[in-house]
């Protein structure tokens, strides 16, 4: 193990970092989050703003990594910080229903195209948690189709068969991705191809009256949707009554205002927005139509379909201002045309190093979200990412950390506060780390 002293600069820790980690990995049992999983590139977070972030012994990195999404506008956002801190001395939590959270409600409508109506929840785990859970009570049947390598939160039913299988069954069998998961829930979960409509179709069509919901990431992680999958998808649920959510946690107000169903032109019965939508503040909304929605109203559910929804901090007033603001800030005049630019240079510019390079690998996704896959043929579905070179791509992200670039384990999420000079940076960041991954 190299020596403090002739670690890259970026790899070196004060005295207070130092003992930071120490305590962390003291009191914390998941031990310490950090970019890389490599103990050496553990860091305690100082502050960020705009598009950097600083650890605690004074290292600055351009953050692609953005809190796993959420900080869009970049961190600390004026408006939303100006819209946080005046609200705080109103208090901060009520559990009743206050103007902001109504406010919101209604430019939600306005803006996702399937939503009728709302429901506020904390995280995104929550809101597809609730999603599954409504469908079910809706429909009156038990099973959901989840697609392979879909990530959907924390949930029982959604840790199935996600990015993180070491070994797929043969579809449309689950795999649980956590201990301590029923294995009865295995049997409710069907699992699907992603992109592949026939096999999707054939497990729809066979179990269709066990189905109350299909969930689908329309980009599945950075795995944009085949032309006309999410069509065929829409019309096979519809066909057979079944529900059709999609979890966009990640796509919600990060592909377009109204997040991937315009993006793609499909719209689902239920959604789920989150990361985006609040400039850092802990929100998540589940979204739908009337008719589904209507049965989390006691006085309105159908018999035996009432589907309570409660959260202690869900609808509070200070995620709802920060999110307000960051709605206001994203209607802006050419925001999502600027947010396209910067992630098309950085995107197509990877690309074309690599190519240049002649290293093998292909960057999926779309601008606003994207990935690079080491030694990878096309990108479609779960199973071939499987062939990535994930060596190399650990690699990759301790160079370009080396270099002062902070990218998330699975994509690069742009933001609205890179500057030209940030691209300028993170481009020279990948030409050289590119060359250091060629000659090594
Ligand atoms: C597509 C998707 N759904 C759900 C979640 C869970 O959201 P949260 O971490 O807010 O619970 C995530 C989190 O990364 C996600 O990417």
């Known amino acids: 193990m190299p020596t403090n002293s002739r670690m890259p600069e970026r790899r070196r820790r004060n005295k207070v970092e130092t003992e930071l980690l120490e305590r962390a990995h003291r009191c914390l049992p998941s031990g310490v989050r950090n970019p890389t999983g490599s103990a050496d590139y553990a860091m305690v977070v100082k502050e960020a703003r705009g598009s950097r972030l600083w650890d605690t012994s ?15 506008l970049g961190h600390a956002h004026p408006a939303v910080v100006t819209a946080v801190r005046e609200h705080l001395e109103r208090g901060s939590t009520y559990l009743m229903v206050n103007e902001p959270a109504i406010e919101l409600a209604e430019e939600i409508v306005k803006a996702i195209p399937c939503a009728e109506k709302v429901c506020f929840h904390s995280s995104g785990s929550e809101s597809t948690f609730f999603a599954l859970r409504l469908a079910r009570a809706y429909r009156g049947r038990d099973k959901i189709l989840k697609f392979e390598g879909g990530f959907h939160g924390m949930s029982d039913y959604a840790l199935m068969g996600n990015q993180w299988t070491q070994e797929p069954r043969d579809y449309p069998q689950a795999v649980a991705n956590s201990a301590g998961i029923p294995h009865a829930v295995e049997g409710e979960v069907l699992v699907a191809p992603f992109n592949d409509i026939e096999a999707t179709t054939a497990i729809i069509d066979r179990h269709h009256d066990e189905l109350a919901a299909v ?16 069509e065929a998808l829409r019309e096979i649920t519809g066909h057979h009554g079944i529900v059709l959510i999609f979890d966009e946690i990640v796509t919600g107000f ?3 205002y109204g997040g991937a169903q315009e993006y793609y032109g499909v719209v689902p019965d239920l959604c789920a927005v989150g990361k985006s939508l609040s400039g850092g503040h802990p929100i998540s909304v589940l979204c739908g139509s009337k008719e589904i929605m209507t049965n989390v109203d006691p006085a309105h559910a159908t018999a035996g379909s009432y589907v309570a929804q409660t959260g202690t901090f869900s609808g509070n007033p200070i995620s709802s201002v920060a999110a307000l603001a960051t709605l206001e800030t994203l209607r802006e005049e050419g925001t999502y045309e600027r947010l396209f ?6 995107k197509e510019s990877l690309q074309d190093m690599l190519d240049e390079a002649g290293i093998p690998a292909r960057v999926s996704g779309e601008p606003p979200a994207f990935e690079v896959w080491f030694g990878a043929r096309e990108i479609t579905d779960f199973r071939s990412t499987l062939s990535a070179d994930s060596a190399m791509h650990a690699r990759f992200i301790e160079a370009l950390l080396d270099r002062g670039i902070l990218k998330a384990h699975e994509k690069f999420f742009v933001s609205l506060a890179h500057t030209d000079e940030d691209v300028e940076l993170t481009l020279e960041a990948f030409t050289s780390t590119i060359e250091e991954l060629a000659h090594n």
Do not use: W
């Open 215 to 230: 969930i689908v990431e329309p980009m599945q992680r950075t795995i944009p949707p085949a032309s006309g999958f999410l």
């Open 58 to 72: 004074g290292n600055e990195y351009i953050d692609y990594l953005l809190g796993s999404g959420p900080m869009l």
């Open 341 to 346: 630019a910067i992630g098309r240079r950085l």
């Open 254 to 256: 990060r592909l377009a």
